[in-house]
T-cell receptor, first 113, second 114 residues
Framework: NAGVTQTPKFQVLKTGQSMTLQCAQDMNHEYMSWYRQDPGMGLRLIHYSVGAGITDQGEVPNGYNVSRSTTEDFPLRLLSAAPSQTSVYFC????????????FGSGTQLSVL | LAKTTQPISMDSYEGQEVNITCSHN???????ITWYQQFPSQGPRFIIQGYKTKVTNEVASLFIPADRKSSTLSLPRVSLSDTAVYYC???????????????FGRGTQLTVWP
């Protein structure tokens, strides 16, 4: 099992550009989520999904879109990047119905100039 | 979901026992407590989880008093490699229909000195 795979590892964008951060898991986890991490702010939840076709907002959803068309994939879309979205982004997954831990990807470092 | 409060930072020396306490005053009956560890440039990883009393594994111990309004992560004989951020997380126990927003907060930066 590869676990949770995030791509790319690093990305530089210009203000106003769009891009998609990819997240895939091969553990058949129903629950997937996106966090951003900024210095001194810990991990803040952006969006999450409890299954294909079901998504909901977290603490800081503005500026981000998600969709969940398959169990395996949960992409995060930035429609018009802003410097405030410069951050490290982590994807995480777990079983929805089992008392299980969260598995995290290795992160994507995003810089918006 | 119950929010948590942890110290922002702690310092220790190699070989000492470290105890990090997390407050979760609004914990619900069906909530369990989980701790994660995060090294720089890595995603968090699971350390330990418990519901009540004491849980121990090969890495740490978790102490939960009877009222469950707080929990203490205990790391025995820390080394330099234990320098990391530690997060306390409170979430619903095995209730898939309401599992959703898992809030991590700011965590506790533990620095171990030689």
């Amino acid at each position: 099992n590869a676990g949770v795979t995030q791509t790319p590892k690093f990305q530089v964008l210009k203000t106003g550009q769009s891009m998609t951060l990819q997240c895939a898991q091969d553990m058949n986890h129903e629950y997937m989520s996106w966090y951003r991490q900024d210095p001194g702010m810990g991990l803040r939840l952006i969006h999450y999904s409890v299954g294909a076709g079901i998504t909901d907002q977290g603490e800081v959803p503005n500026g981000y879109n998600v969709s969940r068309s398959t169990t395996e994939d949960f992409p995060l879309r930035l429609l018009s990047a802003a410097p405030s979205q410069t951050s490290v982004y982590f994807c995480a997954s777990r079983y929805r119905y089992k008392n299980e831990k969260l598995f995290f990807g290795s992160g994507t470092q995003l810089s918006v100039l | 979901l119950a929010k948590t409060t942890q110290p922002i930072s702690m310092d220790s020396y190699e070989g000492q026992e470290v105890n990090i306490t997390c407050s979760h005053n609004n914990i619900a009956t069906n909530d369990y407590i989980t701790w994660y560890q995060q090294f720089p440039s890595q995603g968090p990883r699971f350390i330990i989880q418990g519901y009540k009393t004491k849980v121990t594994n090969e890495v740490a111990s978790l102490f939960i008093p009877a009222d469950r309004k707080s929990s203490t992560l205990s790391l025995p004989r820390v080394s330099l490699s234990d320098t990391a951020v530690y997060y306390c997380l409170v979430a619903l126990l095995n209730r898939g229909s309401t599992l959703g927003r898992l809030y991590f907060g700011r965590g506790t930066q533990l620095t171990v000195w030689p």
